[in-house]
């Protein structure tokens, strides 16, 4: 018997993970569903197939209560559930296109398991439009006699930032569920009524989150419109801290001047080596294609791209500046996970600064508390200390603003070092420290008169 309080998580990723576990934990019953043998048994022991601050212990504590389990069988999922989570991942594809392989292979797998109605909900960021496409590529695989009015999708974009993908979810700022049934909006709204509770219970009237409800199409486009602008505003400002290079400004100053401003606000306007991740990338790329594909020219979206991969080559101009030639060069790089909090190194500055550098025949050493080896750049040695990294550099470069990093005694850098230039990829150092202990420091459009 299906149970109206019983959800089925398809895929877990990085969403469908953090999306099954903090369900769970908040007293609803999950079934997740992963085809990966590995993977499968860790999970079932409660190990998360990435790193994410608290969600191992919130993974691990509701499959002990019994709420939560994972499965490699779509019927069983089916079976028991009304409401089903699409989670599987839309890497980049061509021109722009997300890759909607693994969408279309769950969909299809979904579609054998059906015989009564269910609520698709697809968390997963798909193209505008793709609700249509899935309830098409559902419909084609569902066995004889089943009749199509069983399917329904629901949009319901995420919003989870990696490293803080946890507090995200049970705190949002806001909750979208778009589709062109309402009983199907009412049913997907309430699968977070713990969530809603959950946030209201804070005490905090800022944080409290406000539920979207909307047509499927407009559900779509929310997610890609929400990471555009935000990818918009950190290339933004570091447009404005080259400028405050060569003007002798401080980015930092400007940042915060400008962040007073309740039309603008402070977040997302610190100066660095710009974005990455799987997101901000594959979704402007993804925006831009829509819009050409319409007859719309997207200039501002292409700006963003362009200015973020120039930000990441701003990096290897301001080495070449300071240690003219980079041949031979030993350079230390402090950071490969696109963020602090997190594992992950899709699309992260660190690969597009390492390769350039040895392209250019530098030497580069790396560390990073998280990461061990970075695909793409295998033959780079990565040392879990960012002390034995940069003994003998002739430069450091900050890319990721780790707490170890940020600890480090400048003192002691400078005795190790055989050069002298620390490069601050994300204005988190203090330039006053490093310069006082004989290091020759540039960050991000930061005016630092005695560098």
């Known amino acids: 018997m299906t149970s109206d309080k019983s959800v089925a998580v398809i895929g877990s990723g990085y969403v469908g993970t953090v999306l099954a576990a903090c369900l769970a934990d908040l007293g609803q019953s999950v079934i997740g569903v992963e085809i990966d043998p590995e993977k499968l048994e860790l999970l079932n022991k409660g190990v998360a197939p990435f790193y994410e601050e ?6 691990k504590s509701a499959i002990d209560s019994g709420r939560l389990f994972f499965t490699d069988d779509y019927h069983l999922a089916m079976d028991k559930t009304h409401v089903v989570f699409l989670c599987v991942d839309t890497p980049p594809g061509t021109n722009g296109h997300p890759n909607m392989s693994s969408v279309a292979a769950a969909a299809e797998s979904i579609g054998a398991a059906m015989h009564e109605k269910h609520v698709i909900v697809t968390k997963s960021t798909v193209p505008v439009g793709s609700g249509n496409w899935l309830e098409a590529t559902i419909e084609s695989a569902l066995p004889d006699g089943v009749d199509p009015d069983v399917i329904c999708v629901v949009s319901n974009p995420e919003f989870l930032r990696e490293g803080s993908a946890v507090e995200d979810f049970l705190h949002p700022d806001r909750i979208v569920v778009g589709g062109d049934n309402s009983d199907a909006v009412e ?6 009524e713990q969530v809603l509770a959950q946030s209201f219970d804070t005490g905090d009237p800022s944080r409290k989150p406000i539920l979207v409800k909307t047509d499927r199409a407009t559900a779509e486009t929310i997610k890609y419109a929400a990471n555009a602008f935000l990818a918009t505003k950190i290339s933004f400002i570091n447009e404005i801290a080259n400028i405050c290079e060569s003007l002798d400004a401080d980015v930092e100053e400007v940042a915060h001047a400008i962040g007073l401003d309740s039309r603008i606000g402070p977040r997302f306007l610190n100066a660095g080596v710009g974005w990455g991740g799987s997101c901000f990338g594959k979704d402007t790329a993804a925006l831009a294609s829509m819009a050409r594909e319409h007859g719309i020219e997207p200039l501002i979206l292409d700006a963003v791209r362009r200015g973020n991969t120039n930000q990441r080559h701003a990096i290897v101009r301001k080495l070449q500046h300071h240690l003219r ?9 402090l950071g490969l996970a696109f963020k602090p909090g997190t594992d992950d190194t899709r699309d992260t500055p660190a690969l597009t600064i390492i390769r ?3 392209e250019k025949g530098a030497i580069i050493r790396a560390s990073d508390p998280m990461v061990s080896e970075l695909p793409g750049a295998e033959d780079v040695k990565v ?6 990294a940069i003994r003998g550099a002739d430069a450091v470069v900050l890319l990721t603003e780790w707490p170890e990093f940020l600890a480090l005694d400048f003192a002691e850098v ?3 070092m055989r050069g002298r230039v620390i490069i601050d990829g994300r204005n988190a150092l203090d330039p006053e420290a490093a310069i006082g202990a004989g290091l020759v420091y540039e960050g991000i459009g930061r005016y630092t008169p005695h560098r």
């Open 414 to 416: 400078a005795d190790l």
């Open 54 to 59: 608290g969600l191992e212990t919130r993974l």
């Open 325 to 333: 030639p980079l041949r031979g060069r030993r350079v230390t790089i």
């Open 356 to 358: 350039s550098l040895e």
């Open 383 to 388: 040392f879990a200390d960012g002390i034995d």
């Open 187 to 192: 049913k997907v709204s309430s699968v977070y």
